[in-house]
């Protein structure tokens, strides 16, 4: 089994930065995904950032060239630096690792066997 745990939420003005931690205790796949995915109440959780071991990122348009995802080299921990965060960033923002199924191809559309409990990001004038 894989654990996840979040870090680093918090309330930031509008253009302010934040940098989120996902520590991961267990064993953890090497060749798969870690991500992150947001939500806000009563809305659907919303791929935001992936990264495999192999290197590739993807990002949801809506944070991409704000929000860069990177990892520790030993993949225990996983990282989302948010830039220029706007009011519509905030949510609840979840770790997730081990992709599964056909829509990996895409993993922020895909579904993950592990999650964090999740963390709250704000922005607030």
């Known amino acids: 089994a894989v654990k996840l745990v979040e870090s680093g939420g918090g309330s930031v003005l509008p253009g302010g930065s934040l940098t989120l931690s996902c520590a991961s205790f267990?064993?953890?796949?090497?060749?798969?995904?870690m991500a992150w995915f947001r939500q806000v109440r009563g809305k659907a959780r919303e791929g935001v950032a992936a990264?495999?071991?192999?290197?590739?990122?993807f990002y949801a348009d809506s944070v991409r060239g704000r929000f860069i995802i990177s990892e520790d080299d030993a993949r225990k921990s996983a990282y989302l630096l948010m830039t220029d965060l706007q009011p519509e960033d905030p949510a609840v923002y979840f770790c997730?690792?081990?992709?599964?199924?056909?829509?990996?191809?895409?993993?922020?559309?895909?579904?993950?066997?592990?999650w964090g409990q999740g963390i709250q990001v704000a922005v607030s004038s």
């Open positions: 997730a690792h081990g992709c599964y199924g056909y829509a990996c191809k895409t993993p922020l559309q895909a579904a993950f066997a592990y």
């Open positions: 990264i495999h071991s192999d290197g590739r990122r």
């Open positions: 267990g064993d953890t796949d090497t060749d798969n995904f």
